[in-house]
């Protein structure tokens, strides 16, 4: 068994990190490096926030004037998030922090930063590297990369490489931001092999089996209600 986390949230190395090595087990952080050091959470995780904070019928005007279609007919708060999210990942990442910013500062927004929801620092991570853990790439700014034009993806994929070598140590396994198959593309993973990485992971549902020599993994979902104690006894 492979243990992933994606995003590299404060709860990582609180929580998971000393649980892991009470059990001797190696687990795999895949970090997005402009958002460490910053105190903050990523955007999308940022936006649902907002969402739980603030009148709906701010969020229900941004999909009117933004053009955006949601993804089934109903309303629901998870439908109306999930398009906005599933729109703004494909835009180039300073874009994309621009409409956002402009839509918190328009609305007026209630907006509340805090210890819980941000993302790791440097330090952290690198005390997480020293106690066996592994940290991987999640790219720079959480975007769906194939919706990056080819220069955009070099940045994400190899200079988050770099950064992570830079400040911590070897960094040999890439972790797809958001990870369906529209998410990345034949000129994605060329990158990522191109960057040195041994592995690459999808968000793909499904198990991989020992002999498998497949170079992007599928993964098993976890949730607040998996049942850890069967899984490590």
Known sequence: IILTFDDAYIDNYEFV???????KINGSFF???DYINKNIPLWDWNLARLYKKNDKKYFLKFIKEKKI???NINNNDSNILFSIINSLKKLEPLLRQQIISDFINENKLIFENNNID???SWKELK???KNGMIIGSHGKSHS???NLDLNKQEDEIINSKKI???NIGQCDFFSLPFGSSIDYDINTISIVK???YKLCISNIQGFEYENNKHFILKRKIMSDHSDLQNIFG
């Open 17 to 23: 990190t000393n649980f892991l090595i009470s059990k």
């Open 31 to 33: 970090i997005c490096t």
């Open 69 to 71: 279609k949601l993804f």
């Open 118 to 120: 941000r993302c790791l």
């Open 127 to 129: 005390e997480m590297y």
């Open 144 to 146: 769906s990369l194939a």
């Open 164 to 166: 992570i070598e830079k």
């Open 194 to 196: 191109k960057a040195g």
